[in-house]
Nanobody, 115 residues
Framework: QVQLVESGGGLVQPGGSLRLSCAAS????????MAWYRQAPGKQRALVAL???????NYADSVKGRSTISRDNAKNTVYLQIDSLKPEDTAVYYCNAVSSGVASWGQGTQVSVSS
């Protein structure tokens, strides 16, 4: 089981930007599929973005064009940059890793978008 710790959440103005970080423990990070999910109260946890070990990325339609997922294998860290934040982006954001058949989740970081 890989330990994942998210950070970077907080209160942000609509139209603003933020970068979330997810620090991973373990030796399999470079070969892991990494992803960000989010969940608001009363809503399903949904995929926001993912990045493969080879750097291929995919994004949910809700954030397409204003988000960037990236990874730094030397630091065992994955990032999620979100620009043009909207109130509907408000949610707890979770980091997810899948490696060798094992799925790991972080505890989440709260993102609140309001004026």
């Amino acid at each position: 089981q890989v330990q994942l710790v998210e950070s970077g959440g907080g209160l942000v103005q609509p139209g603003g930007s933020l970068r979330l970080s997810c620090a991973a423990s373990g030796s399999t990070f470079s070969s892991s599929l990494m992803a960000w999910y989010r969940q608001a109260p009363g809503k399903q946890r949904a995929l926001v973005a993912l990045i493969t070990s080879g750097g291929r990325t995919n994004y949910a339609d809700s954030v397409k064009g204003r988000s960037t997922i990236s990874r730094d294998n030397a630091k065992n860290t994955v990032y999620l940059q979100i620009d043009s934040l909207k109130p509907e982006d408000t949610a707890v954001y979770y980091c997810n890793a899948v490696s060798s058949g094992v799925a790991s989740w972080g505890q989440g970081t709260q993102v609140s978008v309001s004026s």
